[in-house]
């Protein structure tokens, strides 16, 4: 298969594209490589897939609305996994321009390419972040999702929107995958587990929002993207049993899925601080601080539906996740 992965140079992106490489299928990496964090970081993620055979490199910008229709007809990619996004929960506040443009319109863009291209198959990129002010737990697929806490859930879950009008108007199969909390090897540098890891070995003090008393559905890389493959072959299919009488957010009429990937057992956050201690072997100077605009207190996935159509349950523990990505990180930064 000829895959097309946008984010090539991202987290999910750059182990996504590795494993379809180990697979034997062919990919298009594409990435704008901005400066949102460290672009050194992810020229080393490229660099890591550009040796391989199979892998060809584009560096474009998804919002590129002339680039992208070029791209799509001179590659004509057989399934597409759309992982390209403006990320981050409170940098919305201070530009949020960039998730429109990225969020938005970049997902438009790949909509359309995979429109008039007949694209077997999209796979694109959600969020657990869409369950904003939801409190029943575990969060489902089947939940209303209308009350978004931050400008990053509105478009993400606008993008579930696009992409099911375009699976109803024009039968493109479209799954959309719900992530909750991404860590590991190669992660970003704005998330928790690699701040407080560079904070704690540099001797810095931490910040720990909202007093320490946040819980999050914390789901190592290697089962993220374990789960990203599995739905990408199995290509999505309307549900006859569908009916607008009692509508289901998770299926349609049309072929449209939605589906959680969650390592289905949230974690306190200061129970994981403690992980991230006893891998780094220094305890960290901590400081409390109140909730942040945009954050939610706890993360939870229901993954039933995952289980039940893919066969895949997230299962690596939470101190082995870490403790790889601790040896990464000292690996990787000598």
């Known amino acids: 298969m000829k ?33 949102y964090y460290d672009p050194k970081l992810k020229e080393a993620r490229l660099a890591k897939l550009q040796g391989r055979n199979a892998f060809n490199f584009i560096h474009q910008d998804i919002a590129n609305v002339e680039a992208m229709r070029k791209l799509f007809e001179a590659e004509r990619p057989d399934k597409v996994i759309h992982l390209a996004a403006q990320a981050g929960v409170r940098y919305g506040q201070e530009n949020p321009n960039s998730y429109i443009q990225s969020n938005i ?38 939940d209303n999702v209308d009350h978004p806490l931050s400008l990053y859930a509105a478009t993400k879950k606008a993008n579930e929107l ?42 810095e003090p931490i910040e720990v929002y909202n007093n320490g008393h946040h819980a999050r559905d914390f789901t190592y890389i290697d089962d993220i993207v374990e789960g990203v493959l599995r739905t990408a072959d199995k290509i999505a299919e309307p549900n006859p049993a569908w009916t607008g009488d009692k509508p289901d957010p998770a299926t349609s009429t049309a072929p449209y899925r939605l589906y959680n990937i969650g390592n289905n057992n949230p974690v306190a956050l200061m129970d994981f601080i403690a992980a991230i201690e006893k891998a780094v072997g220094r305890e960290a100077k901590k400081i409390f601080l109140p909730l942040q605009p945009g954050d939610v207190e706890k993360t939870y996935a229901d993954i039933d539906e995952l289980v039940q159509d893919v066969g895949f349950r997230p299962a690596t523990p939470l101190d082995e996740g870490i403790a790889r990505f601790v040896s990464w990180y000292r690996s990787y930064y000598s």
């Not at 750059?14 to 901005?34: E, K, P, Q, Y």
């Not at 198959?121 to 575990?138: E, K, Q």
């Open 3 to 35: 895959f097309l992965v946008t984010g090539a140079a991202g987290f999910i992106g750059f182990h996504t594209a590795a494993r379809l490489l180990d697979r034997g299928d062919t990919v298009i990496g594409i990435d704008n490589v901005n400066s």
């Open 105 to 142: 319109v970049g997902t438009q863009n790949i909509l359309e390419g995979c429109r008039h291209t007949n694209v077997q198959h999209l796979v694109m990129a959600s969020s657990s972040s869409v369950y904003g002010a939801n409190t029943a737990m575990p969060f489902s697929e089947h």
């Open 162 to 203: 696009a992409a099911h009008a375009y699976a109803h108007l024009y039968r493109i199969p479209v799954t959309a995958l719900r992530f909750f909390t991404v860590y590991g090897p190669w992660g970003r540098p704005d998330m928790a587990l690699f701040k407080f890891t560079r904070q704690i070995l540099a001797g």
